[in-house]
């Protein structure tokens, strides 16, 4: 399994663009990169996934280079709202293979 | 509504005293998981489950025990309780698109403590 490297902490300003960088050197062929949101006491909530090149949903951009060793989620325009700390995933290729190994994520703050 | 719920959402109980937490989903997802959250160690699995009588272990599975009788529930049971056991849980669904991988769903939580 792939492991991640996140930046323990981040913090931002309001109405900044954030990106996050996750390295995951040993990402195999088929697997895929998940970011998860969690705010306190919460469960983790999806944001975006992607293979390769670039993603962008209504919440976030997931940009990844084409030798797949890292991945970053940008944030457009922070609010106060998106402080939480951010997960990124690296979903194994196998299909028996449901052990998903969450890191130690980001604690993004984002300051008024 | 989509979602997954959990039971209790706190319990505190005391050490031995056996305890089931429920895990509920209404999204006919076939992977349900447990996780457990700890301070400076994030999430880390405990079971999982592929589908209805197929469950495998997680990162750490001692302690704990799962059945999956039916595919909307995955109870998490702790037999035996232990103070090491103090923390909040998460239980969560998926499915597999095509071509895509899971998205998870997580339940809100319970924050149980053993004394």
């Known amino acids: 399994l792939a492991k991640t490297t996140q930046p323990v902490s981040m913090d931002s300003y309001e109405g900044q663009e954030v990106n996050i960088t996750c390295s995951h050197n040993n990402i195999a062929t088929n697997d895929y990169i998940t970011w998860y949101q969690q705010f306190p006491s919460q469960g983790p909530r999806f944001i975006i996934q992607?293979?390769?090149t670039k993603v962008t949903n209504e919440v976030a951009s997931l940009f990844i280079p084409a030798d797949r060793k890292s991945s970053t989620l940008s944030l457009p325009r922070v609010s106060l709202s998106d402080t939480a700390v951010y997960y990124c995933l690296v979903d194994p290729s196998s299909g028996s293979a449901r052990q998903l190994t969450f890191g130690s994520g980001t604690q993004l703050t984002v300051l008024p | 509504e989509a979602q997954v719920t959990q039971n209790p959402r706190y319990l505190i109980t005391v050490t031995g005293k056996k305890l089931t937490v429920t895990c509920s989903q209404n999204m006919n997802h076939e992977y349900m998981s447990w996780y457990r959250q700890d301070p400076g160690l994030g999430l880390r699995q405990i079971y999982y489950s592929m589908n209805v009588e197929a469950t495998d272990k997680g990162d750490v599975p001692e302690g704990y025990k799962v059945s999956r009788k039916e595919k909307r529930n995955f109870p998490l049971i702790l037999e035996s309780p232990s103070p090491n056991q103090t923390s909040l849980y998460f239980c969560?669904?998926?499915?597999?698109?095509?071509?895509?991988?899971?998205?998870?769903?997580f339940g809100p939580g319970t924050r149980l403590t053993v004394l």
């Open positions: 992607g293979y390769k």
């Open positions: 969560a669904s998926s499915y597999r698109d095509r071509g895509r991988r899971d998205t998870q769903y």
